[in-house]
């Protein structure tokens, strides 16, 4: 796993990890990182699918599937989402001193 200072525009999935059969998944370096930069910024999942112009229901099939390059697009998006709630606590906490 990566170091989660890296920024997510740096990243780049790996390799699928068993061939696949049929079309191929239109999730690359440049839909997860659409992904991701709307999820660190606080859209649900829903907008940072369609930010990404990828349909929701894709986005939820790639959140649920195994193997590689999901495995590590998943642990990615629960990056993404903690540190927007990260920013919102510390936004809140600030708030909260002054």
Request: proline share 7%.
């Amino acid at each position: 796993m990566r170091h989660p200072s890296e920024p997510f525009s740096a990243r780049r999935l790996p390799r699928p990890s068993r061939p696949r059969v049929g079309r191929p998944s239109k999730l690359g370096d440049d839909a997860a990182r659409l992904i991701l930069l709307a999820l660190v910024n606080g859209a649900d999942h829903a907008t940072a699918a369609r930010y990404a112009r990828v349909h929701h229901d894709t986005l939820a099939k790639w959140l649920k599937r195994n193997g590689e390059p999901y495995a590590t697009f998943q642990a990615w998006v629960r990056e993404a989402e903690s540190a927007f709630e990260m920013h919102v606590w510390h936004a809140i906490h600030k708030h909260g001193d002054a």
